[in-house]
Structure formats: structure tokens, C-alpha cells
């Protein structure tokens, strides 16, 4: 069994920064490892949808961002660890939000919500101005 636990969340003030963590626990049950897993961060405001923030290749070679959160976030992994984070810099307002990670098992980074296998239970971001 599979578990996402996300951390790093809090309040923090416009133009501040947090850096999320997501660590992979656990097998598949083909026994799929974090390694095979495209891994993406994805957020939810009250109301809205579930949108993609980043977004990871399997060895970390290719990244995806929204246009957004381009130049203020960024995606890494940790193979090793089976841990990926989520730089943010530059915090917004708008930048509020639940946020999620999730693991793929498809190689493009490109993928929406509906293609990630796996998900964290969240964990909470929230930018004062």
C-alpha cells in the first residue's frame, strides 16, 4: 500500500517562502517504486478546482509549471529518499490554498489530475497580505 504524506504547510506572509515535502511510502502492488513514478504538487481553493502547480519526471530531467507559479516555484526529487519538494518563493495571496502531491505512473509531466494514481491527504498553504 501506497501513502503520500505531505508537510511544510503553514501561514506566512506575502513575499515569504515554504518549501513542501512529500515523502513516498510503501509498494505498489507490482511493486512499482517512487523511481517509476512521475510526481506532481496540485492545490485547491475553496470553490475551485484541483489544478496542477509542477510537476516532476521520473529522474527529475523534465519539469512542468503553471504559468503562475513560473520563476517563484520549483519542483525537485529526491530518488534516494523517495521524497519530492515543492520550493515556493515569492508567496502571494492567491497562492492560498490546500496543496496536494500525487504520483503517476505515466512518463509525461504534462498529465492531469485524472492520471495520477496516488494522492497525499494535503496539507495547507496560506499567504496573508
Known amino acids: 500500500q501506497v501513502q503520500l504524506v505531505e508537510s511544510g504547510g503553514g501561514l506566512v506572509q506575502a513575499g515569504g517562502s515554504l518549501r513542501l515535502s512529500c515523502a513516498f511510502a510503501?509498494?505498489?502492488?507490482?511493486?512499482?517504486?517512487?523511481?517509476?513514478?512521475?510526481m506532481g504538487w496540485f492545490r485547491q481553493a475553496p470553490g475551485k478546482e484541483r489544478d496542477v502547480v509542477a510537476a516532476i519526471s521520473w529522474i527529475g530531467d523534465v519539469t512542468y509549471y503553471t504559468d503562475s507559479v513560473k520563476g517563484r516555484f520549483t519542483i525537485s526529487r529526491d530518488n534516494a529518499k523517495n521524497t519530492v519538494y515543492l520550493q515556493m518563493n515569492s508567496l502571494k495571496p492567491e497562492d492560498t490554498a490546500v496543496y496536494y502531491c500525487?504520483?503517476?505512473?505515466?512518463?509525461?509531466?504534462?498529465?492531469?489530475?485524472?492520471?495520477?494514481?496516488?494522492w497525499g491527504q494535503g496539507t495547507q498553504v496560506t499567504v496573508s497580505s
Open positions: 500525487a504520483a503517476s505512473p505515466k512518463i509525461g509531466v504534462h498529465g492531469g489530475p485524472g492520471e495520477y494514481e496516488y
Open positions: 510503501g509498494r505498489t502492488s507490482n511493486g512499482r517504486i517512487f523511481s517509476r513514478y512521475t
